[in-house]
């Protein structure tokens, strides 16, 4: 017998199921607790750069929103700093969380985040990746979170340097992960779980 | 927590085995049909976006957070069930304790009643029991809290699927890629082998993974019992050449 890796595994993930929001937006189903729901706010002050309104609707294969999905978001700040304690490059904007989270709405479908445009975060070979925001989706039916990335049509230039959305084979599908401006300062980014506007989603 | 003893060793995330965690799209659990994406996944090592992530402190824990019991009880009152302790420890996949790792956890109550707008189960209310509760881990990476054994609740899927007892557990580490969301299972329950959503998870060692044990050791006689849980999150790559002064 050779030696043996005593590595653990991975918990293995479970659907968030229908009443994800009992334990993650409590106040947003009704139960008055903890002073307000964690995400719900990311921006404690006057932040630096421009701030944005990014909305959207989650979709299942048949095109029906799903209504009881749970979207979290996290991206740096203006400056491309994260709020992290993993953050060695610097002081991120203190009146910026970087971090939302967003139940969809219980009729509409709808999901928002008020937010201010991410900086360039750099690759880890040193190119930098256009401004994104990473964006996490659970809700029922969903096994295991799904991983995706919001990027901006409005960044043409840096979105073709980018090392990832460079390297899509599909680069039709690249439209899906552009959020599309529709005025100043809001955003839609609709999120396809299957289709022919499937979302890309990533192993990352 | 202290953000110096919390800076993680400075590699990116070990990639997840997608040959572990279970498949999008599992048809005996008819939600995930229409809910699957069904394009191969994008792979791409973590980046800075990945290997970041907030910071929760203490300091946002209220006094009764982790009393499933009290928090949404009335003054001299206390929710209606089994009395026990859920404790464990968050760790990563080479064994490390996870301090300052966020933890939410919901459930129904001990009827299988959950209390939300969207639920139907004719089982009772508990006027005492909200169903959810937070706790930050330790330096150590362990956690407890307390809290009412829920209990089984039917659902549409087939024509007569019941879940098994469980708590969600929603898991927030020093990374985005670790973000999980999970289920815990109380051990000897007869449901688990019934169960739809249980049967998405491809091993007897995935479900075990998520099978709480009594732990007689840690059970507060005549007040409650007590179930371990421990919880693994995904692992940061460490090579000599990648290590910093205040990596590990
Ligand atoms: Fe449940």
Redesign the pocket.
């Known amino acids: 017998m050779v030696q043996k890796l005593d590595y653990l595994r991975e918990s293995p993930s479970q659907t968030a ?1 229908p ?1 994800v929001h009992i334990g993650c937006t409590p106040n947003f189903t009704g139960i008055d607790l903890y002073g307000g729901d964690l995400g719900a706010v990311m921006k404690t002050g006057p932040v630096q750069g421009k701030e944005i309104v990014i909305r959207g609707i989650v979709f299942d294969g048949t095109g029906t929103p799903l209504r009881d999905a749970m979207i979290e978001i996290w991206q740096p700040d203006a400056a491309g700093l994260f709020a992290s304690a993993n953050e060695t490059r610097g002081a991120a904007d203190p009146n910026f969380t970087g971090w939302g989270r967003s139940p969809s709405d219980m009729t509409t479908g709808e999901f928002s985040f008020d937010t201010v445009k991410p900086g360039a975060v750099p690759w880890p070979d040193g190119r930098m990746q256009a401004p994104h925001i990473t964006a996490w989706i659970v809700a029922r039916g969903i096994n295991i979170g799904l991983h995706t990335r919001i990027y901006f049509e409005d960044e043409a230039e840096a979105n073709a340097a980018d090392p990832i959305l460079s390297r899509i084979e599909h680069q039709n599908r690249i439209q899906t992960l552009l959020a599309k401006r529709e005025g100043d300062g809001v955003y839609r980014f609709d999120i396809h779980l299957q289709g022919p506007t499937e979302t890309i989603f990533f192993d990352i | 927590m202290s953000p110096a003893k919390t800076t993680p060793p400075s590699g990116g995330f070990i990639p997840r085995d997608r040959d572990w965690q279970p498949d999008a799209l599992t048809p005996g659990y008819k939600t995930s049909i229409k809910r699957s994406p069904q394009a191969a996944l994008l792979s791409f090592p973590s980046s800075l976006s990945e290997e970041t992530s907030p910071v929760f402190g203490h300091g946002l824990l209220g006094a009764l957070d982790s009393d499933l019991i009290h928090n949404y009880a009335q003054p001299g009152e206390s929710a209606i069930g089994p009395r026990i302790i859920v404790y464990g420890r968050v760790l990563d996949e080479m064994g490390r304790g996870v301090p300052g790792a966020l933890l939410e956890f919901w ?2 109550n001990a009827g299988g009643r ?1 209390r939300h707008k969207k639920e139907s189960y004719l089982a009772a209310l508990d006027p005492n029991f909200g169903g959810c509760g937070r706790t930050i881990t330790a330096e150590d990476g362990s956690y407890e809290f307390r809290t009412i054994q829920p209990g089984p ?1 039917p659902w549409p899927n087939g024509m007569n699927d019941w ?1 098994p007892a ?1 708590i ?1 557990f929603s898991v927030f580490g020093h990374g985005f890629a670790q973000r999980l969301i999970t ?1 815990m299972y109380f051990e000897g329950d007869p449901h688990i082998p019934l169960c739809p959503i249980v049967g998405i998870l491809k091993s007897q060692d995935a479900v075990d993974a998520l099978t709480a044990v009594l732990d007689m050791h840690r059970t507060v006689p005549m007040d409650s019992r007590a179930y371990k849980f421990d919880i693994v999150l995904r692992g940061r790559r460490q090579t000599y050449f990648e290590n910093r002064e205040d990596g590990m």
Request: aromatic fraction near 30%; avoid cysteine; charge should be positive.
């Open positions: 199921g009443y | 459930q129904a959950y609740y879940r469980h969600h289920q």
